[in-house]
């Protein structure tokens, strides 16, 4: 079965920066797998990288089945909730959706269903500049659903929702899962990845310090909680 999304020793430089050093991994189907490591590991870069915004230096990136070599076809199959989304701020969400809808074609199924479970209809007629941070937030968690994806990229994607929301996304994202979608789910929150994850990659320096089931990392670290043993992989990488 194919990776949704396979990397083979992916370097990227900005400047004398290097930022992705031979970067390997894997995503599986029907799996989430949580991305973590400390602020300035690559995460970023790789997401961008997978996303066709950045173009790495070096190695090969196949998403979807499909070489990402600016042939942007691959990224119909794509789900991708930013941390802050940044929606035109004259149009209004309906619109925004409208938009989207035009871009992906006439015919194009759409799941609708978070709209109505974030209780968003009567929210659609309002310029997006002037909604809460929570229901900008909340607009962007349907519009990463909308195509009914077969690879979610989520960054940080409960932040700014709330307690209620966030349970309302968290039960869609095991939905999708079940249905084969594959996530890539970038979060500080280590106690929500431990909820919600299957596998982890663990980016440090640009280099991938661990892929593989979270239950491997436990047992690999010896600890009981995901952020134990997290902190324990950055003190090894450390040394």
Known sequence: MT?????????????RLEVLRG??????????????????AGKSTLIKSVLGL??????????LGHRVNGDERYRRG??????????????TGAEVLEMLADLRGPGTPQDRSLLSAFGLEDQLGKPVRTLSGGTRQKLSAAVAFLFTPRLLILDEPTAGLDPVAAGIFKAKLAERRAAGA???LASHTLSELEELADDLVFLLEGQVRFQGPVADLLAQTGEQRLERAVAALMTEGGR
Do not use: C
């Open 3 to 15: 990776s949704p999304i396979e990397a083979r020793n992916l370097t990227k430089r900005f400047g």
């Open 23 to 40: 970067v390997t991994l894997a995503l599986a189907p029907g799996r989430i797998t949580g991305l973590v490591g400390p602020n300035a």
């Open 54 to 63: 950045v173009k790495p230096d070096g190695g090969s990136l196949h998403v």
């Open 78 to 91: 794509l789900g991708y909730m930013p941390q802050l989304a940044a929606f035109p701020e004259n149009l």
């Open 182 to 184: 594959a996530v890539l």
